[in-house]
Each structure stands twice: as structure tokens, then as C-alpha cells.
Nanobody, 122 residues
Framework: VQLQASGGGLVQAGGSLRLSCAASGRSFSMHALGWFRQAPGKEREFVATIRSDSITNYSDSVKGRFTISRDNAKNTVYLQMSSLKLEDTAEYYC?????????????????WGQGTQVTVSS
């Protein structure tokens, strides 16, 4: 599975962005898909995940502001980000777990895309 993330950019605080992650390979619909982020000098952290049954989970820091979704026909997962805050600034990564667990643990995701930078300005 190869993942290609896109959609990052510079946005003012309070604004919105939508990230996309296109996947190649088989069995995409069975994979759990996640978004993680990493700010400079910090560890990579969980943002959101969506399982094959469309059950979602979010970190407390983004709950109510971000929405993860998937389009299996397009092999794509999205992260709609609203009410962005300065602390949301980070490199955002999409990831896939072929076991479909959909956890918040970095090490349980086997496939990773390259990052896309999100910068929130005041």
C-alpha cells in the first residue's frame, strides 16, 4: 500500500483545511486509516482514525473540530479540519493498518504516507 497525502497549507487561526490521502493497493476498504501529526521537537501524535466499518475515534485535542472520513471507491481518506488553532501547526501524516484495528498507536500502523505541512497563523 502506498499513501499520498495532500492539502496542507497556511491558514489563519479559526480557518479550515481539508487534507486528503490517496492510497494505492488492494483491500483498501478493509484497512483502518489514521491521521497523525508531528510538530517540531515533538513526538508523532494521534489525531484521528476510521475503521472499515466507519467507526471513528479522535484525540481529545481535535474532537469536535476535525472530521475523518473515507471514500472507498476513490481509495481516499480525508481529514476536514475546522476552527484551526495555532497548536494544530504540524506535519500531518496518513497511515494505514491492514489489520483494521484503528487504534491511536503509531506502531500499529504499517503503511505511512509522506507528510503534508499545516501551518496555522495568528
Amino acid at each position: 500500500v502506498q499513501l499520498q497525502a495532500s492539502g496542507g497549507g497556511l491558514v489563519q487561526a479559526g480557518g479550515s483545511l481539508r487534507l486528503s490521502c490517496a492510497a494505492s493497493g488492494r483491500s483498501f476498504s478493509m484497512h483502518a486509516l489514521g491521521w497523525f501529526r508531528q510538530a517540531p521537537g515533538k513526538e508523532r501524535e494521534f489525531v484521528a482514525t476510521i475503521r472499515s466499518d466507519s467507526i471513528t475515534n479522535y484525540s481529545d485535542s481535535v474532537k469536535g473540530r476535525f472530521t475523518i472520513s473515507r471514500d472507498n471507491a476513490k481509495n481516499t481518506v480525508y481529514l476536514q479540519m475546522s476552527s484551526l488553532k495555532l497548536e494544530d501547526t504540524a506535519e500531518y501524516y496518513c497511515a494505514a493498518d491492514p489489520r483494521g484495528l484503528g487504534t491511536n498507536l503509531v506502531y500499529q500502523y504499517m503503511y505511512w504516507g509522506q507528510g503534508t505541512q499545516v501551518t496555522v497563523s495568528s
